[in-house]
């Protein structure tokens, strides 16, 4: 068997292979963040809950109307999307003008009612979600064997991550998005409703996270508290990556994740710890983060 | 940062109008006879009420004056006090169970721990400002969690257990409950005197300069990061005080009490009560654990009752309980 740094070949491989997948997860929660952040300067901690309000969403609708994953992946993000602007019409917006701290602190009590909310009515215990019949099984990739619905995953992540880069980047819509992240005012002037496309935002990052949570559902079992924990290591990829820049945001969402997993190969009793001694390390020598401005 | 805290301090109540001096005045009268009762009440009251349940509410009021300490007299937010509090409960709970320690010292030994943990957590945290040091304590605050999980001396899941009270000073018997919730009375006293003179000192005003306006107490010579590293440090060694407390009072040290939960109900209890106010933290913890105590028999989940109360105080009700008061009072 082949052997690197006297770890089996294969185990290396798996474990980048999940690590790869987890950074999928970061990139795209992060991605989310770094979206709603850019425009509202929330930060918004009710993401992780919203990952798992998506995977939930497509437990249930699976559960009591038959509904599979391919709907699923598109009407799970749009229900999530839609109260997620609900309640960003009614309370978020309320809390603009004031200190940014209240952001972080209405969305964490509303992280709190929504996952005590499942948690009380579906338990702590995990629900499974089958994998969709298309992609079960696995493909022989000759130095490792690869389950298709993680490659899926992988690939979906890319291409997702790459389709807001473009929408912020490239599209009539991102470059409002990007004028009214500079300067609102100025943008409202031009006759451009920025109240609405703080919503549209709102939702957009929102709904990427319950998109993240469908796609996590055949993984990971679909659990009130999924999201409680991932939220945090998101929150330090976002310090880490600093929340200037979309792309940057993505990028170090793989790049740890890949970390994440050689951690677990090398020394598995800091695999938990990694990302996070990383981020006080980063924080020591580049407070702004890795593709931060300011400062 | 001066959105953050809307109460009048005393320098800027006295801006406003000629007659604000006196009413500043009569505000602390009112404060110090609210304290003698107060004082009073908990004297007596342990002859009234389970004691126990004073002492918890004694042990997380404290908590929560230290945790105010930072954000309504610094304006930092921290995400993260969890660890300082669960971890010194881990250092006393371990002292005195494996190394039969005396309680005072145990507790004097957490303390200490903790500021220890504050101060590495700290000279990391301070390096960012706002939301961001949020985020920094609540992950370095996740780190340390993981860490309690995996070190051998905290058991774990189990954690430790079945802490023994001790003699105080291999004279007083803390078995009793009288013993107990007296030498528990003390020591809030004294965390909570020490809060108030660091509030009230000189380099309490520097700190309180810079929540109002960080760049000019930079632009007139201060070494801010100093003052900031020096208050996160003190109220994370007053959290471990309170924290070592807990684990004497319930015999008990567990991951709970470092889990982000734990911190998130702190941030809670200070905004309830009144962020940047005396007293208000404490309120804010006798309310929150009261609540608790009243909803864990009942059906209804705690934490859905908690996010509640969160989302009422951020929308409607930012001063909390005693800034509400003192608006009134002002008027």
């Given amino acids: ?295 | 940062m001066s959105s953050l805290t809307q109460s009048g301090t005393a320098t800027s109540g006295a801006k406003e109008d000629g007659k604000a001096p006196a009413r500043q005045k009569n505000l602390s009268r009112i404060g110090l006879a609210v304290a003698v009762i107060a004082v009073l009440g908990l004297i007596a009251a342990p002859f009234f009420v389970y004691p126990v349940f004073i002492m918890t509410v004694l042990c997380f009021a404290l908590f929560a004056t230290a945790f105010n300490l930072l954000l309504g007299y610094v304006g930092l937010l921290s995400f993260g006090h969890a660890a300082f509090f669960g971890g010194a409960a881990y250092f006393t709970a371990h002292a005195v169970k494996v190394w039969g320690l005396e309680p005072l010292s145990a507790i004097i030994f957490g303390a200490a721990g903790a500021g220890l943990m504050g101060l590495v957590v700290g000279v990391v945290a301070i390096r960012r400002q706002g939301i961001y040091f949020a985020m920094v304590t609540l992950a370095l605050s996740q780190m340390i969690f993981f860490i309690f999980l995996q070190v051998p001396f905290t058991h774990g899941e189990d954690g430790i257990q079945g802490v023994p009270r001790g003699d105080l000073l291999w004279l007083i018997d803390l078995n009793r409950p009288l013993n107990i919730y007296y030498f528990v009375l003390v020591l809030f006293l004294a965390g909570f005197y020490a809060v108030w003179r660091i509030v009230h000192s000189p380099f309490g005003h520097v700190l309180q300069a810079i929540r109002e306006n960080e760049n000019r107490a930079i632009s007139l010579g201060y070494r801010v990061d100093r003052y900031k590293l020096a208050a996160f440090v003190m109220s994370a060694t007053i959290a471990g005080m309170a924290g070592s407390m807990k684990a004497i009072v319930l015999q008990i040290a567990t991951l709970t009490d470092v889990a982000w939960q734990m911190s998130g109900e702190v941030v809670l209890m200070t905004l309830l009560g009144g962020m940047g106010t005396i007293f208000g933290p404490s309120i804010g913890a006798a309310l929150v654990i009261t609540m608790q105590n009243y909803f864990a028999t009942s059906n209804v989940p705690v934490t859905v009752i908690i996010g509640v109360i969160f989302v009422l105080c951020v929308l409607l009700f930012r001063r909390g309980i005693v800034g509400e008061a003192i608006r009134l009072m002002k008027r």
């Fill in chain 1, 1 to 295: 068997m082949t052997m690197i740094f006297g770890i089996a070949l294969p185990a290396l491989l798996g474990q980048l292979l999940i690590g790869f997948i987890n950074g999928s997860f970061y990139a795209l929660l992060s991605l989310g963040l770094a979206v709603i952040f850019g425009l509202l300067r929330v930060i918004n901690f009710a993401h992780g809950a919203q990952y798992m309000l998506g995977a939930f969403t497509a437990y249930l609708l699976l559960v009591h109307t038959g509904i599979g994953f391919w709907p699923a992946l598109v009407v799970a993000p749009l229900i999530v999307a839609a109260i997620s602007a609900l309640i960003e019409r009614t309370m978020l917006s309320r809390l603009y003008d004031l200190d940014h701290l209240y952001g972080l602190l209405f969305t964490f009590g509303l992280a709190l009612i929504i996952e005590g909310t499942f948690r009380w009515y579906y338990g702590a215990a995990g629900q499974p979600y089958a994998t969709p019949q298309l992609l079960s099984g696995g493909t022989n990739l000759g130095f490792m064997f690869l389950p298709n619905y993680r490659g899926f995953v992988v690939v979906a992540s890319i291409v997702i991550c790459l389709a807001v880069w473009l929408l912020i980047e490239k599209t009539r819509l991102g470059a409002y998005l990007r004028a009214a992240t500079e300067n609102p005012q100025l943008v409202q002037a031009f006759g451009v409703n920025v109240p609405l496309l703080l919503t549209l935002t709102y939702a957009l990052g929102a709904g990427l996270a319950g998109l993240a949570g469908v796609l996590a559902a055949p993984i990971y079992q679909v659990s009130p508290l999924m999201g409680s924990n991932l939220i945090i290591i998101v929150f330090a990829v976002v310090v880490i990556g600093g929340m200037g820049s979309i792309g940057g945001a993505i990028i170090t969402g793989y790049v740890l994740g890949i970390l994440e997993g050689l951690t677990k190969v090398f020394y598995p009793e800091a695999s938990n710890i990694v990302v996070f001694v990383i981020m006080a390390i980063v924080l020591m020598l580049r407070p702004a983060g890795l593709f931060g401005k300011e400062i």
